[in-house]
């Protein structure tokens, strides 16, 4: 699998463009500049099966509904984050969100699928916001975080829905669960391996900080 990394507006979120060699490729999460992947799809002859929401915050989800016209591609997601609907979609800790353009989704249960031709599995990790998950990729060893797991921090837990202990439990649970080869692309910062964040994120080892 290979990975781009597009750091976009609002708040410098990560979207990421994953492919293969026979040019089947997915989004995980898209900020508010969905041409940026647009054009690297049409420049590397790129088709696009799946855009993978890992939760439904407005700075994950700006630019879908745009992309999903422009590629055809289905949007998935989970739907138990679909409650931040009623507090204005994705607003998380933000008071004035910008205004979401609608886009349909399809639930996307916790479990093994496939994307890519590779198996997929679909992590639930609440505590962010209510339906947050994760998506692995074992073949790849690969994991896509979102909001949930930082290099070296965790995802704020005082917006909608928040619950800081369902936050590390999830985290422990699911994702430190994985091997700790895994390279993890979180929604914002680098990158990092599940087993740095083991030994090295500070709300892991010795006393945890406060989440916000």
């Given at each position: ?15 990421y ?73 994705g ?10 353009p ?16 590779e ?43 928040g619950?800081?202990?369902l ?11 994985l091997?700790d ?13 599940i087993g740095?964040e ?15």
């Amino acid at each position: 699998m290979y990975i781009k990394t597009f750091c976009m507006h609002p708040l410098d979120v990560n979207s990421y463009l994953a492919w293969v060699d026979d040019g089947r490729a997915v989004v995980v999460d898209c900020g508010g500049q969905p041409g940026l992947l647009r054009d690297e799809i049409k420049t590397r002859g790129l088709l696009l099966t799946a855009v993978l929401l890992t939760h439904l915050h407005y700075d994950h989800v700006l630019g879908v509904a745009k992309l999903s016209r422009m590629t055809g591609a289905p949007i998935f997601a989970s739907a138990a984050d679909a409650v931040l609907a009623e507090t204005g979609i994705g607003s998380g800790a933000v008071e004035t969100p910008p205004t979401i353009p609608a886009f349909n989704f399809e639930d996307i249960g916790a479990g093994r699928v496939s994307f890519l031709g590779e198996p997929c599995l679909v992590l639930p990790v609440p505590g962010h916001t209510p339906g947050h998950v994760a998506y692995f990729f074992p073949k790849s060893l690969v994991v896509f975080t979102g909001d949930s797991l930082f290099c070296g921090s965790v995802g704020r837990t005082d917006g909608p829905g928040g619950d800081a202990a369902l936050l590390l439990a999830s985290i422990r649970s699911r994702l430190f669960a994985l091997p700790d080869a895994v390279e993890l692309f979180p929604g914002h910062g680098p990158s990092s391996t599940i087993g740095r964040e083991k030994v090295e994120n500070p709300f892991f080892v010795g006393k945890e900080p406060h989440i916000p």
